[in-house]
Nanobody, 117 residues
Framework: QVQLVESGGGLVQPGGSLRLSCAAS????????MGWYRQAPGKSRVLVAS???????NYANSMKGRSTISRDNAKNTVYVQMNSLKPEDTAVYYC???????????WGQGTQVTVSS
C-alpha cells in the first residue's frame, strides 16, 4: 500500500521559513516524479514545485527564488524548503508522486501551512 506522509507544516510569521517533508512508503521513490502542491480555502490545488526522477526541478512563478525542492531517494523522502513566506502562502500543502509510464499518481493527506503575525 502506497503512503505519502507530509510533515513540517505549522504557523510561521511573515518572512519566516519552513521545510516540508514527504516520506513515501510502498513505492520506490526514485522511479517517480515528485511534486508539492497547495490548496488555499476556496481555491484550486496548484503546483508549488516539482522534481523529476532525474532531478530536474520546476517552480511556480510565485515560489521561484523562495523555495527549493529536493529528494533523498535513499530515504524515500522529498523536501521543499520555503523561505520569505507571505500570508498568501497560507494553504494546505500536498505531496504527489507521479509515474506517467505506469499511469499512476498518489497524494498525501496534506499539511497545513499558516503564515500570519
Amino acid at each position: 500500500q502506497v503512503q505519502l506522509v507530509e510533515s513540517g507544516g505549522g504557523l510561521v510569521q511573515p518572512g519566516g521559513s519552513l521545510r516540508l517533508s514527504c516520506a513515501a512508503s510502498g513505492l520506490i521513490l526514485s522511479r517517480y516524479d515528485m511534486g508539492w502542491y497547495r490548496q488555499a480555502p476556496g481555491k484550486s490545488r496548484v503546483l508549488v514545485a516539482s522534481i523529476t526522477s532525474l532531478g530536474t526541478t520546476n517552480y511556480a512563478n510565485s515560489m521561484k527564488g523562495r523555495s527549493t525542492i529536493s529528494r533523498d531517494n535513499a530515504k524515500n523522502t522529498v523536501y521543499v524548503q520555503m523561505n520569505s513566506l507571505k500570508p498568501e502562502d497560507t494553504a494546505v500543502y500536498y505531496c504527489n508522486a507521479h509515474a506517467a509510464s505506469a499511469g499512476v499518481s498518489y497524494w498525501g493527506q496534506g499539511t497545513q501551512v499558516t503564515v500570519s503575525s
